[in-house]
């Protein structure tokens, strides 16, 4: 499976991106999907994840009500939807194929990493 992330780029503070990640590959909708984000300095950590039918969702507590993960099983891509951006959320965002969107919140189970997409949010 090949991850290619994109809709990354520079907003300001209370703005929304949609971030997209393109899997290739037939057997997309067996993979639990997620998207974890690394900040200048700071170990890569968990944003958010999801079941292979979509029916499971986990958020970290500091995407909570501001971000929704989805996918499109038809077109092998899941979406980031980031709401409310705050400076806090600048950092390189990675999707990530996996085993259970459960594994994936306790930062396991990652059978796949995608290139990063730049997120900068201006205060």
């Known amino acids: 499976v090949q991850l290619q992330a994109s809709g990354g780029g520079l907003v300001q503070a209370g703005d929304s991106l949609r971030l997209s990640c393109a899997a290739s590959?037939?057997?997309?909708?067996?993979?639990?999907m997620g998207w974890f984000r690394q900040a200048p300095g700071k170990e890569r950590e968990f944003v958010a994840s999801?079941?292979?039918?979509?029916?499971?969702?986990y958020y970290a507590d500091s995407v909570k009500g501001r971000f929704t993960i989805s996918r499109d099983n038809a077109k092998n891509t899941v979406y980031l939807q980031m709401n409310s951006l705050k400076p806090e959320d600048t950092a390189v965002y990675y999707c990530?194929?996996?085993?259970?969107?459960?594994?994936?919140?306790?930062?396991?189970?990652?059978?796949?990493w995608g290139k990063g997409t730049q997120v900068t949010v201006s205060s």
């Open positions: 590959g037939r057997t997309f909708s067996s993979y639990a």
């Open positions: 999801i079941s292979g039918s979509g029916g499971t969702r």
């Open positions: 990530a194929a996996g085993t259970t969107a459960q594994a994936m919140y306790w930062r396991g189970g990652i059978d796949y």
